[in-house]
């Protein structure tokens, strides 16, 4: 892969995108070996190579994150950004519910600088709220994971992602039935799901 390096020290290697731009050579740390694969290494550099394409310069998104855009920042503008997948912006109760978790129990990292927060921390924290509810765990563990690609597309961030790698929980399976206040919302939403989801979601229900 063009551009991919390796740095050997004493205990770590660690993956590189070393490439001249704008008369300047950038020597971009990915992420260490063993944290991600050859193949995972290969890919980001090629990310970053399609980015320059495109008139984006990763190394100025590096320093940018240098500067410290927080987990924080990029929540607020992932409410006011993200859409689902059909176009639409999120309703208000799926971002009460981003907004629990987030305030819950991403709190102790919300003002760190987004480069700063490692995997480890990540997987701490998975760990602490995993040992009473796993759920919540893994809830939590994949708005990490999207407040992180969020902040990639919206080139908010470029960097790695502190939630890929860290196994989540095992969940049972569950019975239960909607409630009467429940019908409207749950009408709602399946009137957005594509078919044939549309009609074996309402076969299940009946």
């Known amino acids: 892969q063009p551009c991919l390096a390796i740095g050997v020290g004493e205990t770590v290697k660690t993956f590189y995108f070393v490439?001249?731009?704008?008369g300047r050579v950038e020597r971009i740390k990915l992420e260490r070996y063993g944290a991600i694969s050859i193949d995972e290494a290969r890919e980001?550099?090629?990310a970053?190579?399609?980015g320059l394409a495109s008139g984006h310069n990763p190394a100025e998104g590096r320093r940018e994150s240098r500067r410290g855009i927080t987990p924080r920042q990029i929540f607020d503008d992932f409410l006011l950004h993200r859409r689902k997948r059909r176009g639409g912006f999120?309703?208000?109760s799926t971002k009460r519910g981003y907004r629990y978790d987030f305030d819950?129990?991403?709190a102790?990292?919300?003002d760190y600088p987004a480069a700063r927060i490692?995997?480890?921390q990540v997987a701490a924290l998975h760990s602490r709220i995993g040992r009473e509810h796993p759920t919540a765990a893994n809830r939590v563990l994949a708005l990490v994971g999207a407040l992180y690609a969020h902040a990639d597309d919206r080139k908010l961030y470029i960097g790695h992602n502190p939630a890929r790698g860290v196994e989540k929980f095992p969940e049972e399976t569950r019975e239960r039935f909607l409630r009467p206040d429940e019908f409207p919302k749950f009408m709602e939403a399946l009137a957005e799901t594509p078919e044939p989801w549309r009609w074996m979601f309402a076969l299940g229900l009946f």
């Open 48 to 50: 970053h190579m399609v």
């Open 19 to 22: 490439k001249k731009i704008a």
């Open 104 to 106: 819950n129990h991403l």
């Open 44 to 46: 980001a550099a090629g």
């Open 90 to 92: 999120l309703a208000d």
């Open 118 to 120: 490692t995997r480890e």
């Open 108 to 110: 102790p990292l919300a």
